[in-house]
């Protein structure tokens, strides 16, 4: 009687842990998924400001001729570099 007893709590504990478990592994996929979200809304953001909203130049010879414009009509410190996101080349004013 007593070990039947103790098998059906056990039984109990079983299915409170697997419940437990899989709650949690819910949590941890919801998790997974806004960091995701925001990892993509973060990475969109760095492509628009550091892509999509700059002239782009075929090759670095092409932005190195933009610079020396941009340096000849008094606009100095111009650094160009290759995009990750397109392939092209584009001019920051901030030196990485
Ligand atoms: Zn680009």
């Known amino acids: 009687m007593t070990s039947r007893k103790r098998s059906a709590r056990q039984k109990q504990v079983e299915a409170f842990r697997a419940q437990l478990s899989s709650g949690l592994d819910e949590v941890y996929a919801r998790a997974q998924a806004e960091h995701a979200a ?5 990475e969109e953001a760095y492509r628009a400001k550091s892509c ?7 090759t670095r010879w092409d932005a190195q001729e933009a610079i020396a414009s941009c340096a000849a009509h008094g ?8 995009c ?3 392939g092209g080349w584009h001019l920051t004013s901030h030196p990485r």
């Not at 999509?52 to 075929?58: G, V």
């Not at 606009?75 to 290759?82: E, I």
Request: charged share 40%; glycine share 4%; aromatic share 14%.
């Open 75 to 82: 606009r100095t410190g111009l650094t160009c570099y290759r």
């Open 38 to 42: 925001a990892d993509s809304r973060r």
């Open 52 to 58: 999509e909203s700059k002239n782009r130049y075929a």
């Open 84 to 86: 990750d996101f397109c």
